[in-house]
């Protein structure tokens, strides 16, 4: 059954560096997703992204957040400077069509010190 | 009022029994509706989907009602493997919304 993947599954940075965590969404997926769960909160909505564009950012996707889809199969989200606030699990999802479920990928734990 | 509410639990069960949980969402232009399950530190998976219609698959029957707001997961026979937290989402279309919106999600253990 096909995955979504994602690496690392965990990153340790210092406050202030650039991260980039990656993606494989499901090979004949349409729409992606990054999402962010702080430890003991809800999963929250960051971005969503289609034919090569973003189609939404919630307010906590600001300037310091970017995502990109650099060949036909990786899907990533950098956070340029990270904060402390940023330490968090960070999902990726994918789905067929706009509506339909979307499914998740393992995570990666990012801690910023 | 929050997006989509859920009661944390934890809800307790010994095994073999049928446990409920409701949600209730607040955006009337919610269109898709799901149940997650997630395990400690893992990603949510898919449980299921909710319809109108109500739907069942197995042990887990999930029913919606859209006048009310209000959407329903009812887990028969548990199991030691439904132990878990089971999140409420749903999904506004339209006006170039795809977002899943999350509960905090009911903690289930089901005891021997």
């Known amino acids: 059954e096909p995955e979504v993947t994602q690496t690392p599954s965990h990153q340790v940075t210092q406050m202030g560096q650039e991260v980039i965590l990656r993606c494989v969404p499901i090979?004949?997926?349409?729409?992606f997703y990054w999402y962010r769960q702080i430890l003991g909160q809800k999963v929250e909505f960051l971005v969503s992204?289609?034919?090569?564009?973003?189609?939404?950012k919630s307010e906590i996707f600001d300037d310091q957040f970017s995502v990109e889809r650099p060949d036909g199969s990786n899907f990533t989200l950098k956070i340029r400077s990270t904060k402390l606030e940023d330490s968090a699990m960070y999902f990726c999802?994918?789905?067929?069509?706009?509506?339909?479920?979307?499914?998740f990928g393992p995570g990666t734990r990012l801690t910023v010190t | 009022r929050k997006e989509v509410e859920q009661d944390p639990g934890p809800f307790n069960v010994p095994e073999g029994a049928t446990v409920a949980f409701n949600c209730t969402y607040s955006n009337s232009a919610s269109q898709s509706f799901f149940w997650y399950r997630q395990d400690c530190r893992k990603e949510p998976k898919l449980l299921m989907s909710?319809?109108?219609s109500g739907n069942e698959d197995g042990r887990f029957t999930a029913q919606l009602n859209r006048a009310s707001q209000y959407i329903s997961l009812l887990i028969r026979d548990s199991k030691l493997s439904d132990s878990a937290t089971y999140l409420c989402v749903v999904n506004k279309i339209g006006a170039g919304s795809y977002q899943l919106t999350f509960g905090k999600g009911t903690k289930l253990s089901v005891i021997p």
């Open positions: 992204f289609y034919n090569n564009e973003i189609s939404e």
């Open positions: 999802a994918s789905t067929k069509r706009q509506g339909s479920e979307q499914y």
């Open positions: 909710v319809y109108s």
């Open positions: 090979s004949n997926h349409l729409y």
